[in-house]
């Protein structure tokens, strides 16, 4: 074996003890008790978008947002930003070292682009006091897809991908298949069931807000209109515009809560 092998191997290895270390196991569940406050926040930002006294984005940079203006907000964003961060070396190394099927460790790779990204916005609002709009972010990366040979049908393949990971969470919720990631085990009748009915409304209800996000992505590539595409937050307010009225978008941001319920069980439960 080469110096370079053995050298490869050993690093290898020492990332691998790392990924398993108790600590990190502790900073990761942290962050998914910070990942259900972003999720509870941006359920109440959508209640208060549907009762028409909301004044921010209901999505992630709003929660963050919201976060950093309470007592101690800056000590409260700086455990987030570890607690994000250990999660997203625990999924980089799902992705890289798991035995997992070839689809279980594509999708530990999104998230760590996605926990990455959430590290990146916090420390932005920590940094610069403020967060960009994922609805701006979105439609200025819409635009220059757009731009491209073909870029209609780029986005509007990416958009078709986002309604397909809508209907994959949806799929997650009803057939209650997130128990795999839990310890069920070592829970209690009343625990399994109470997490049954949180992740399936929560999972429910994020597969249908990625399934309108998808469909306005859509929009986009057919309108060639980049400012049809947008993040959370307009695919939030975008229940508010249906027959039903705010009462749809009210019945979505509670599933969100429910689902921030489901991510503090995680907390607890969950297999790492």
Not at 64 to 81: C, E, K, Q
Not at 98 to 113: G, I, M, Y
Not at 230 to 243: C, E, K, V
Request: glycine share 12%.
């Amino acid at each position: 074996m080469s110096t370079a092998q053995s050298a490869g191997r050993s690093a290898e290895a020492a990332a691998r003890r790392a990924a398993d270390s108790p600590a990190l196991d502790r900073l990761a569940r942290i962050g998914l008790a910070c990942r259900g406050v972003l999720y509870a926040l941006i359920g109440v930002l959508a209640i208060q978008i549907a009762m028409g006294s909301g004044d921010r984005e209901a999505d992630k940079g709003g929660a963050i947002t919201a976060v950093a203006d309470l007592p101690f907000g800056s000590v409260i964003l700086w455990v987030m930003v570890v607690g994000f961060a250990a999660l997203a070396i625990w999924q980089a190394s799902e992705a890289l070292f798991s035995h997992h099927k070839t689809l279980d460790r594509v999708e530990s790779a999104a998230r760590t682009v996605v926990y990455g990204l959430i590290v990146f916005t916090l420390l932005s609002v920590l940094l610069d006091g403020r967060a960009a709009s994922e609805d701006e972010k979105s439609q200025d990366v819409t635009a220059k897809l757009l731009d491209l040979p073909g870029g209609e049908f780029i986005v509007g393949a990416v958009g078709l991908g986002i309604i397909a990971l809508g209907i994959y969470w949806i799929r997650q919720g009803v057939t209650k298949k997130f128990r795999e990631e839990l310890n069920t085990g070592q829970m209690s009748p009343q625990t399994r069931s109470m997490m049954d009915r949180l992740g399936m409304a929560g999972y429910v209800a994020r597969g249908v807000i990625a399934g309108l996000a998808g469909i306005l992505v859509v929009q986009a590539a057919i309108t060639h209109d980049p400012d049809k595409a947008g993040g959370i937050d307009q695919a939030l307010r975008s229940f508010a515009d249906t027959p039903v009225g705010p009462w749809l978008l009210v019945l979505v941001a509670l599933g969100l809560m429910l689902f921030a319920g489901y991510c503090f069980g995680e907390s607890r439960w969950r297999r790492t």
